[in-house]
């Protein structure tokens, strides 16, 4: 059923481009109304063939279309020249001629490379775009870019050649990799930042509708993107100048792609020329802080990275964007935002800003690496690190704290994110503290992300949070030399030894690195339970913090130390709740203990 129509008003260019689901066995039925040949020639590669082509060949052979099919290898590495010449050679031998007509059945890649070919086989031949990837929808389908890569730049060998129909079958992403529908998500969000900011706050309230394929959102997203782009189109085809602004994180973005050689996706990439730019245009002044930090926290929302390692250079990234089309008279113009909804184009950014914000998100050192920052290991038998909690409200506030705590012998920082109203800049945190530093969020799990792409030293994580999103983070911090600490809070319950010890192997068989039990200490034979637990786990070689409240907390704390707890938990404020220490306080009685 088509559910939207959308004309691209182009005089004799113009074309529909017509959403729906259920749609695809009826292509046969829009095209036969065309003024096209009656043999068609369907572009694809061998995944979406043998997905969708069968569908699409069987509609329009009962449209009376002669149909050839023609497979190209998956993969970017395939929009090129050389296999543009082979699907050339098998037009010439299949006698395909003027009035013949190209269909791309694909991705952006199919709809690039089918598109390049049909405008310049026999000087142009009709296309059709039937999109089956989120990216192509949105974006590469509408507007009449066709391409193939060069070696040295992302489509540098193309033309403006329009399409006569685009043909959306929201239903073809239910086959689509999570991966592919996340990068295509990262093209709605350009939308969004370049000209409708009601976009992106719809994308922000429906995030998750979004990643469970939705339909009535899918296709909310889809007609918002391709509208916004046919109006930038009808007033500017040939992208003489409104039509830059499309390329908004591109330019970065291409480059990022390019020296990954085509590893990351498109959109993954533009995500990532996204950030870039906003941070450009933040140290510009053309920029709130609060901007960039919203356009990369929806980022983050959707699943994609925020920085990424690569075996590169401030100055190839730098040279691979000086190749960018849209230079003028050698000057690299790059597409800027305002504001949500508004960007500006700017020529005159320094090489110096752009090293600056790419040594930032691009070439991130291994962890800890690079940095003078004291080392915490957690199997050396030390007498005891003490880490404070610092929940303050805002940059200054937090960075003034850990001074604070370094200061008085803290030995590693945790960082409430949960607790802290305002976004902080987490790598600069990191990267300028002196002790290992501990990234908390009992709200938003995607913070801990964040904290793991910024550098932090460990992240915190609840055994009771869902196994395959714990897992999944568990993961990327091993993958980024991130330590993991699993813990388990309950202020109430009363110590069994049987029950902590069946939490401490749970936390272990997670992937903890190291166990946390947050717990009660009433008794003095809560205490022996306590102690109990942490001999139990040095014979087992895994190390356990316990955090005791309760009328002998305190006391537990102190113990802990000596029995193999590494971390003890202390308050940077003097005034503290019954159970707990101030820094000070535990300084002074560990100073007092001959350990």
Request: with cysteine; glycine share 6%; net charge positive.
């Amino acid at each position: 059923m088509i559910l939207k129509e959308i004309l691209v008003d182009l005089g004799d260019n113009s074309y529909k481009i017509c959403i729906g689901t259920g749609i695809l066995e009826k292509i046969g039925d829009s095209l036969k109304n065309l003024d096209i040949g009656k043999k068609c020639v369907i572009i694809t590669n061998p995944i979406v063939n043998q997905l969708y082509g069968d569908k699409v060949v069987k509609s329009l052979k009962k449209n009376n279309f002669r149909t050839v099919v023609l497979e190209v290898p998956d993969g970017e590495k395939h929009k090129s020249l050389d296999d543009a010449k082979i699907l050339y050679d098998k037009l010439l031998a299949n006698n395909v001629d003027r009035k013949s007509c190209v269909l791309a059945l694909g991705g952006g890649v199919i709809g690039d490379l089918a598109g390049f070919v049909a405008a310049t086989y026999a000087r142009g031949i009709p296309f059709v775009q039937v999109p089956t990837t989120l990216l192509a929808q949105v974006d590469s389908s509408v507007g009449g870019k066709v391409a193939v890569n060069h070696p040295a730049v992302k489509n540098g060998i193309g033309a403006f050649y329009q399409p006569k129909l685009v043909w959306i079958d929201i239903d073809t992403l239910g086959t689509l990799p999570d991966r592919e529908f996340k990068s295509g998500i990262a093209e709605v969000i350009k939308y969004a930042m370049i000209a409708d900011s009601k976009l992106f706050y719809y994308l922000k309230r429906n995030i998750s509708k979004l990643k469970q394929h939705d339909k009535k959102v899918l296709s909310n997203i889809i007609s918002e993107s391709c509208r916004i782009k046919k109006d930038i189109v009808e007033q500017d085809e040939k992208e003489n100048n409104l039509r830059m602004i499309l390329n908004y994180g591109h330019t970065f973005g291409h480059a990022i792609e390019n020296i990954s050689n085509y590893q990351l996706r498109h959109g993954e990439a533009v995500a990532l020329g996204m950030i870039c730019a906003a941070e450009v245009s933040e140290k510009i002044g053309e920029l709130n802080k609060e901007i960039a930090n919203e356009q990369e926290n929806l980022i983050r929302l959707v699943g994609l990275n925020t920085s990424i390692k690569q075996k590169t250079t401030t100055k190839e990234i730098i040279e691979k964007m000086e190749h960018d089309k849209k230079k003028i008279d050698d000057k690299l113009r790059l597409v800027l935002p305002k504001s949500i909804g508004m960007v500006t184009i700017k020529d005159d950014v320094s090489k110096k800003t752009l090293r600056t914000v790419l040594k930032k998100r691009l070439i991130v050192p291994s962890v800890n690496k690079n940095k003078e920052r004291k080392q915490l290991d957690v199997t050396k038998k030390s007498r005891f690190n003490i880490c404070v909690c610092i929940s303050e409200n805002d940059q200054k506030e937090v960075l003034s704290s850990i001074e604070k705590a370094v200061q008085n012998g803290a030995g590693l920082v945790e960082l409430r994110l949960d607790l802290i109203k305002n976004n902080l800049d987490l790598r600069a945190i990191i990267k300028g503290c002196k002790v290992p530093v501990i990234v908390t969020d009992r709200k938003n799990k995607e913070n801990l992300i964040h904290g793991i792409e910024a550098g932090c030293d460990y992240i915190d994580i609840e055994l009771e949070v869902d196994n395959k999103i714990r897992g999944e983070i568990v993961k990327k911090a091993k993958k980024h030399g991130c330590k993991v600490i699993i813990s388990m809070h309950d202020y109430h319950m009363t110590p069994s030894y049987s029950k902590l010890l069946q939490i401490m192997h749970q936390e272990k068989n997670a992937g903890a690195d190291i166990g946390k039990i947050v717990t009660m200490a009433n008794s003095i034979e809560d205490c022996q339970i306590l102690l109990d637990l942490l001999i139990e786990s040095k014979k087992i070689g895994f190390p356990i913090l316990l955090f005791a409240m309760g009328d002998l907390g305190r006391f537990t704390r102190v113990i802990a130390p000596m029995i193999g707890s590494k971390f003890v938990y202390a308050s940077i404020k003097d005034e503290v709740e019954s159970g707990q220490f101030s820094i000070s306080n535990l300084n002074s009685i560990y100073n007092e203990l001959t350990l």
